[in-house]
């Protein structure tokens, strides 16, 4: 069974950053992991994934330049680092494990099985 706990989030102001942090168990070696986000009566929407080597990176238009998703395979981590906060990035995200091993990272939710409960990342401008 795979479990995936998100962590990181808080209350910032715009400007600032967070970095949130991802911690898997069990499921398939070798999966590109995602993150999503949802804000209040939005949908939830794609924001950046990787593959299981770290090389193939990919993020969403209104992330990309200011955010950076890493993983450190040997903690069973992903991160997202997010820097330059804007309000508009106030959501809870979500971690996302995409079934299959060393399957390219999409930025699709159905392209993911297992999913976090989400932390809350709120900017204030």
């Known amino acids: 069974q795979v479990q995936v706990v998100e962590s990181g989030g808080g209350l910032v102001q715009a400007g600032d950053s967070l970095r949130l942090s991802c911690a898997r168990s069990?499921?398939?070696?070798?999966?590109?992991m995602g993150w999503f986000r949802q804000a209040s009566g939005k949908e939830r929407e794609f924001v950046a994934a990787?593959?299981?080597?770290?090389?193939?990176?990919i993020y969403a238009g209104s992330v990309k330049g200011r955010f950076s998703i890493s993983r450190d395979n040997a903690k069973n981590t992903v991160f997202l680092q997010m820097n330059n906060l804007k309000p508009e990035d106030t959501a809870v995200y979500y971690c996302?494990?995409?079934?299959?091993?060393?399957?390219?990272?999409?930025?699709?939710?159905?392209?993911?099985?297992?999913w976090g409960q989400g932390t809350q990342v709120t900017v204030s401008s």
């Open positions: 990787i593959s299981w080597s770290g090389a193939d990176t």
């Open positions: 069990g499921g398939t070696f070798g999966s590109a």
């Open positions: 996302a494990v995409r079934p299959g091993g060393y399957a390219s990272p999409v930025g699709v939710a159905t392209g993911y099985a297992d």
